[in-house]
């Protein structure tokens, strides 16, 4: 059975920092394009960043804050935040794309985690 | 940016039709997918590819693409399908997904 995981959030100041993680299970991992996806109260879904072969991508929104990338060889994806801002408090999703291959094919996402929530406040 | 534009809001009665649509501007050039949000779960895929159904998902969901709109189509509508409907494309231009702003499906 495929599984995504993700864990890592939690309340922090303005300013702060923390690193997401998505423990992946049930598929080859190294072959497929992954994703964060975020979803803020009152809010739609935003697509922060994703990764594959051809390299990472970023959402204007977290462009120069946000790192993502993944251990091949733990089946995990990562999302470093840094200089959180209020506007970061979301429940952030890790989305797995639904064909092996290259991110810049644009394919639709299959599987998603449950989600792990990051709280920005002072 | 590209930009998506839905409906906030679609009420509808159960056993109706429901559609939602998606403006883009030549949406028809891009893939098209749509998500399904109940409250409090991760989305789920029930169109990719304009108007391919994921398995398991009921023939009651069907999708389309042209011009500058594309259109979700609940038939037969259920207290079930209650949720957040988003569309999302790939935006080959920026490299960015996008998504549209997301319409609330009610069932009175």
């Known amino acids: 059975e495929v599984q995504l995981l993700e864990s890592g959030g939690g309340l922090v100041q303005p300013g702060g920092s923390l690193r997401l993680s998505c423990a992946a299970s049930g598929f080859p991992f190294s072959n497929y394009a992954m994703n964060w996806v975020r979803l803020a109260p009152g809010k739609g879904l935003e697509w922060v960043s994703g990764i594959s072969g051809s390299g990472a991508y970023y959402a204007d929104s977290v462009k120069g804050r946000f790192t993502i990338s993944r251990d091949n060889a733990k089946n995990t994806l990562y999302l470093q935040v840094n200089s959180l801002r209020a506007a970061d408090t979301a429940v952030y999703y890790c989305a797995k794309a639904v064909n092996p291959g290259d991110i810049l094919t644009g394919p639709p996402f299959d599987t998603w985690g449950q989600g792990t929530l990051v709280t920005v406040s002072s | ?108």
């Open chain 2, 1 to 108: 940016s590209y930009v998506l534009t839905q409906s906030p809001s679609v009420s509808v009665a159960p056993g109706a039709t429901a559609s939602i649509t998606c403006g883009g501007n030549n949406i028809v050039s891009k893939n098209v997918y749509w998500y399904q949000q109940k409250a409090g779960q991760a989305p789920l895929v029930v169109i990719f590819y304009d108007s391919d159904r994921p398995s398991g998902i009921p023939e009651r969901f069907s999708g389309s693409n042209s011009g500058n709109t594309a259109t979700l189509t609940i038939s037969r509508v259920e207290a079930g399908d209650e949720a957040d409907y988003y569309c999302q494309v790939w935006d080959s231009s920026s490299d960015h997904y996008v998504f549209g702003t997301g319409t609330k499906v009610t069932v009175l």
